[in-house]
């Protein structure tokens, strides 16, 4: 090949911008004289070895500087746009990036174009070129910030399910990349990306690359900057606190029952700091805490709860109530000179939020904490300084990029391209040991190329402009060029590799691989109609919404030959169906067929978004829109012939008729039954079966009752009464979770769900308990607490009916015996209610306990002087029995009845009317 001319070099006298910090003292520079250990990535084995070299040949982009007459332009990997790269790349980073693109970036397409004698040299060239283009757009400078690292732990999750690395490198915990060797590199993303601008690149990949190696996933926005924040953990930007904010019943701890919502930097503790601050949350600040003389330091906080640790000890512990406001508290603790850890628990759960902490100690009196006090780091952290401009190195950094042939690959910044064609041979007129292509070292671009993949090179060139690829080997090479043969393999090639069998999953797992894994390309021409190929490959239509791993967009101009090319490649055996003369006939069989006396089809499928009551397969609805009719002919004939290990039975095995007794048990015709009945789309009327996948339990004179998760937490017991009133009890905290008119439950699968309206929640919890104070917490089930409420002194001992089939639920408190019973009445008016009725049976006296009727915003008292008929919310509870009653305030009301259960039997009655 002909030899790139020397380029310009800039005299010893221009300033070396920050090369300390840009060279390192043994930095390598490749000679090519050995096959570097980074080389860009091999095209898969199950590919031609002509189709191989093509495919490398387009990927380094040969065509931009040895033009040719092929249609290779089209296809070949277009350079990254550099018009406005200074606003998303760091220029430390490439600067270093252009004087060794295989050592920063191990696995590169972009050659070494950089053929100094020296480093210095080297430095020069690329300090240089960056200046050049840091010219083409100064409207926003390059500019890093930090990365929220709750963000960055759900990202950590997306990034390893939808996609991501399924053709980029896995990492682990400690952000190493894995499988690289068969991976689209990404180097440390975090020197060269900030937040923003990594943002902007996943989420519009074309627009900066618009060749579609990079594809567009149709992530929502926040997911892409969880995965920005995930990518760019390793960040680090000087800061005085780390801060992370969670929600939930924060109270309890946060190890449970809590959400991380998101993470930062604060200069203090005010809480204005921090924005979304609301009710039950909690702020966990943490830093080092530096004071000149060292010594017992005493610190005072107003706040509702939490916990300041230094050194790991505790010097101040207040536990958080929702029930009460702020409180003063203060402690001591030893602080050493220089530099201390400070831990800061902040719950915010009281009426009267607030957060105040101050320190006095021996130099220092009383007084806020101040921002220079405080640090993330007990070491400097070093950061980049702003990149220096040097106006003086544009002009030479200009012609630099045109003699080095960047501008061969990147023509948006304003520099001829003629200026390098001119100059260099086609392809195929070029030398194939020579130049590029050659283990020789020279002033020519240095690829990281194995001794392999340049004789998979050298074989293709001199046939390069007489190259004619069957539409089978377009089909082949385009799959492996897009990569999509890491999620979808078609014949020998691709599919998801064991290494990687692991980062496939979905949200049905009943479903087996089909529900994770995307379907194969076999036949996939003859399998989708046109207009659904297009769709699928250019809208965003998700046909399996179950699998975690999206269908990218590649771009119209990439892969919008691809449809065309399917249907000319794959065919099957053509099916002859005869003319329907009673088409009503034939869709009633189908009908038939797919509902609940036939073969059960929707016990699997969805159907006209309806959720199937099993694993919940695709949507059939719209199947003659999406198939075409001789594929799914050959498919209901033998599922498994066209996807292996699918889950999908066969309906006729061995040619076995199910239904003989439908369309004279002909096989084909019952095939085409169905695809007539489904011709309908979403005006098909509903397959038999169909109204009771819902499996809604309706109540008659007499109670009805169901059991499962759902409605009353994961032991409920739903019961509904002949006067159209409902109730869900939890049977694991013994309580009383919702009530509700009219329609009872829907039930699956060993769940239920309530149907009717009006519904009445009451809170979590077990019914009865003794506080010590009233700003304690109502105990509840927790994720960790197994032995709840047993350790409490509950016992859930059953139930039994009366002759309507109502329950009497039966447990112990304590010693204390204890039934409940609800009847369903009827008022003066002729308005249903329930009378709630307890029945104590105690050995001896107990102490006071408490029983929380109901809880809700502003519970309040019906009347003034009465404290036996309360209005919560929509429900009126008014105490029968010879109790009363009391509202205890917080941010959810309570309605507590004290009781003092004496020997013996008792009772309390309540009637509730909504």
Known sequence: MLRILRPFILSAAILLIGLSQQIDADDPID?????????????????????????????LNCISCHRSDSALLQASKQAPRLKSISQRVNPYYLTRFLRSPHKVKPGTTMPDVIRGADVVERQQVAESIVQFLLSRDRSSPFRVTGIDAVAAEKGELLFHSVGCAACHPPRNKEAVELLTESSVPLGALEQKYSFGSLVDFIERPHVTRPSGRMPDLRLPRLQIEQIASYLLRETRVPGHLNYTLYRGKVWEGLDQNTDKVMAGLVDDFELANIQKLQHNSAIVYEGFLSVSEPGEYQFWATLNGGELRINDVAAIKLVASNRRGVKNVTGTVNVNEGWNSIRLTYYHTGREPSLKLEMEGPGFPRQAIRAGMLSISKTPIAVDEPYPTDRSQVAAGERNFAAMGCVACHDDVGVDPSLVAARILPLAQTNVDKGCLSDEAGEWPRFALTPKQRQLIRDVVPQIDSLALTDSETIDKTLVTFRCIACHDRGTLGGVPPERNHLFTGTRPELGNDGRIPPPLDHVGAKLQQNELVTVLHQDARRRPYLNTRMPRFGNQNVGHLPELFRRVDQIMPVVFDKIEDVATFKEAGRELVGAKGFSCIACHDFNGQRAIGPGALDIIDTTQRLQKDWFYWFMLKPNRFRIGTIMPSAWPDGHVFKKELLGGDVKKQIESIWVYLSDGQRAKNPVGLSRQ??????????????????????????????????????????????????FVNIDHGSFRARGRDRIEF????PFHRLESMDDNWPYKRKADYLFPQDHGYLFKGYYLDDQRRPTWMYRYGDVKIEEFFEDRRDEKDQAYFLRRFTFDAPEPQPECFFRAAAGKNVRQVRTQSDREFRVQNLSIKITSDHRGQVRKGDQDELLIPLRIPRGRSTLTLEYKW
């Not at 032991?715 to 309580?735: C, K, W």
């Not at 809170?763 to 077990?766: A, C, F």
């Open 31 to 59: 000679r090519g004289t050995r096959a570097s250990t980074n080389s860009v990535a091999d095209p898969p084995p199950g590919l031609a070895d002509k189709l191989r070299g093509l495919q490398l040949i387009e990927e």
């Open 694 to 743: 819902a499996k809604e339990l309706r109540v008659t004179n007499v109670a009805e009752m169901c059991r499962g998760r759902g409605t009353a937490g994961y032991r409920g017991i739903g019961v509904g009464y002949p006067e159209r009133l409902n109730l869900a009890f939890d049977s694991e905290q013994m309580n009383l979770r919702l009530i509700w008119k009219d329609e």
């Open 763 to 766: 809170p979590d919890g077990i």
